[in-house]
């Protein structure tokens, strides 16, 4: 008898509770709460697509990634990357075009201020190919590195003037 006073005692304990001619409240009112505390969980699983679309760009570093890891290992000097290139803006559009808006100061008086392109993610979203180049020889394919809801970091072997070799860019764009 001992035995089995301690096995229902637990359930004695919260019949109070259960005060109910019938377990359907009780079980309804404990299945209502677990799927209202998962419906309050908030998913951030965006894609890289929405992530590009999500706001307008602009540049923030760029240099030369020496190991091959998506990362600037050689800072770009300033005086290297011009000023009417660090205050453009470049909004992706989620119907694949886009656009750079050359900001208050430009390269050449005779650009126009805003100049479209086209843009398109493949080989699994790390792969972004654009009509122009939006910055800092970032055209054509690019490799996407990382992109997040305040960066995107953007990768592209170039032939450089001057160097023997192609080097490997980096480009860093936030909101």
């Known amino acids: 008898m001992i035995l089995k006073k301690s096995l229902t005692f637990p359930l004695e304990k919260y019949r109070h509770f259960m005060n109910l001619k019938s377990p359907k409240l009780f079980n309804f009112i404990i299945i209502a709460t677990l799927l209202f505390v998962a419906g309050c969980s908030k998913s951030s699983s965006k894609t890289r697509a929405e ?80 009509s122009t180049s939006i910055v800092v020889g970032i055209g054509n394919d690019a490799k996407v590195v990382e992109i997040t809801d305040s960066r995107l970091v953007l990768s592209k072997t170039l032939t450089v003037a001057g160097f023997p070799v192609p080097v490997p860019v980096v480009v860093v764009l936030v909101h």
């Open 51 to 130: 992530y590009l679309a999500s706001s307008s760009w602009k540049y923030s570093a760029a240099g030369i990634d020496q190991d091959g890891n998506g990362t600037i290992d050689i800072a770009a000097p300033s005086s290297l990357v011009e000023a009417c290139l660090t205050d453009n803006t470049i909004t992706f559009k989620a119907d694949k075009t886009g656009n750079i808006d050359e900001g208050s100061s430009k390269c050449d008086a005779s650009d126009p201020q805003i100049v479209p392109f086209t843009w398109e993610l493949s080989n699994n979203d790390t792969q972004l190919t654009l």
